[in-house]
């Protein structure tokens, strides 16, 4: 009974533990995230972005906000007082850090296309070959994490494939057919590349949480 009770207490403590690092990790990201809201919006000389734009940032930060999660829970592993919990978080290590920073990467390239163009904040040149640079950083990334995955990871990665394609098809085929008809307006080509980068996210999300992955962080 003992033995249950310690080892419930460090799961606990544990917890605790990780909760620290994440409030750590992204406090100060938010708040810096809220200041640049803040500071864009007084800023008369940038046209205001509609609809898609705000979609984009939301995705973009929903992905950021993940990877700082992801490398907040590694950097946690030297800390935490359940040896087990701790050796898995260790074991994933590398897996963790490269996952975390491709959807930061991934999440900065969304933002950033988002902010730039004809009038906005960030130059089309510029903001072009920057969102190429963070895609490119994110593709390979996600590449050398594919070959630290362990088979039940592969599984949730085919999974989430297989997720975000079938609504990728299923509502952004709709809409267009919508919008051909007539009856909406048609999804901008940002609207495209956010849907492409928030269906893959929240699949993989669906995809880890069906087959328990969460209890393992």
């Known amino acids: 009974m003992d033995m249950v009770t ?3 207490d460090a799961k606990s403590r544990s917890a605790r533990v ?3 690092f994440l409030l750590a990790a992204h406090a100060p990201v938010w708040v810096l995230v809220l200041l640049g809201i803040f500071l864009l919006g007084k800023t008369g ?5 509609g609809a898609s734009e705000w979609f984009a940032v939301v995705v973009g930060l ?6 700082i999660t992801a490398a907040a829970i590694r950097a946690s592993a030297d800390f935490l007082p359940d040896p087990d919990d701790a050796d898995d978080l ?3 290590g590398r897996a963790l850090i490269l996952g975390s920073g491709a959807l930061i990467a991934a999440g ?13 904040l960030v130059p089309a040149a510029a903001g072009l070959i920057c969102v190429l640079f963070l895609n490119i950083l994110s593709t390979v990334l996600a590449a050398r994490r594919w070959r630290l995955l362990d088979e039940m990871n592969r599984a949730v990665a085919y999974e989430a494939g297989y997720l975000a394609f079938a609504w990728l098809s299923v509502i952004g085929g709709t809409w267009a057919m919508l919008a051909h008809l007539g009856f909406a307006a048609s999804p901008a080509p940002l609207d495209w590349v956010t849907m492409f980068f928030g269906f893959n996210f929240f699949a993989g999300l669906i995809a880890l949480a069906r087959r328990g992955g969460f209890e393992r962080l």
């Open 6 to 8: 310690d080892g419930s």
């Open 18 to 20: 990780k909760g620290r």
């Open 45 to 49: 000389t940038v046209k205001a972005g």
């Open 62 to 67: 929903s992905l950021i906000s993940f990877g």
């Open 90 to 92: 260790r074991e994933q």
């Open 108 to 120: 900065s390239s969304l933002i950033l296309l988002s902010l730039s163009g004809p009038g906005r």
